[in-house]
C-alpha cells in the first residue's frame, strides 16, 4: 500500500517560519484596507438601493414631428469675422431687406486688405524692373502713383536693378 504524506503540523510550520515583525504588520493593514472597502460598498449599495426604491423614473415616448416657428427667424453670421460694436435691432423688431442689424468693427479684414494692397504695388514695382532690365535700360521709370505711395521699395530699386546687372555680367564672363 502506497502511503500518503501528511501535511506537516502546526508546530513543526512555526518552527521553520522566520519571525519578523513586518509580514505581521502587513498583514494587518491589508485586512484593515479590506474592511473597510467592503463597509464602503456596503453603504454604497444600501444608499443606492434606497434612492432606486424612493424616486420615481418618468416615463419616456417617442414620437415623429416637425418644428414650425411662429414667425420667420432668421440666422444672421457674418462671413468674415470681428468685434461687434452696435445692435441695431432687438428680438420681435420687423426689419426690411437691406436695413442694418448691426455695426461689425472688422479691423482684422481692413488690415488684410492694406497687406493685399501694398503686395500688389511691390509686385507691380518688381515686374516693371524685370521688364527694363530684359529691355536693356539703364534706368527704370516708375510711374508717379507708386513713387508717391511706397517710396522704401522704389528706392530700393536702383541697388536691386545693379546687383542683378553685376549678376549677369558674372554670369557672361564665366
Avoid at 500688389?120 to 536693356?136: H, P, S
Wanted: glycine share 6%; with cysteine; charged share 25%.
Amino acid at each position: 500500500m502506497v502511503e500518503i504524506p501528511q501535511p506537516p503540523s502546526k508546530k513543526a510550520r512555526q518552527d521553520r517560519a522566520i519571525h519578523l515583525p513586518y509580514p505581521r504588520h502587513t498583514t494587518r493593514i491589508a485586512g484593515r484596507a479590506t474592511y473597510g472597502f467592503v463597509i464602503i460598498m456596503a453603504l454604497s449599495l444600501i444608499v443606492l438601493g434606497g434612492w432606486a426604491a424612493t424616486t420615481e423614473i418618468d416615463r419616456v415616448t417617442r414620437g415623429q414631428g416637425r418644428i414650425v416657428p411662429q414667425l420667420q427667424n432668421q440666422i444672421v453670421q457674418h462671413f468674415e469675422g470681428g468685434i461687434v460694436t452696435e445692435i441695431l435691432v432687438r428680438e420681435g423688431d420687423r426689419v426690411t431687406r437691406g436695413e442694418p442689424l448691426l455695426r461689425i468693427d472688422n479691423s482684422f479684414s481692413r488690415s488684410e486688405l492694406a497687406q493685399a494692397e501694398l503686395e500688389i504695388k511691390a509686385r507691380r514695382v518688381k515686374m516693371i524692373r524685370l521688364t527694363a532690365e530684359v529691355g536693356g535700360a539703364e534706368n527704370v521709370e516708375f510711374p508717379a502713383d507708386l513713387e508717391s505711395e511706397i517710396p522704401k521699395i522704389v528706392d530700393r530699386v536702383p541697388v536691386v536693378a545693379r546687383h542683378c546687372q553685376n549678376r549677369l555680367a558674372f554670369l557672361k564672363t564665366s
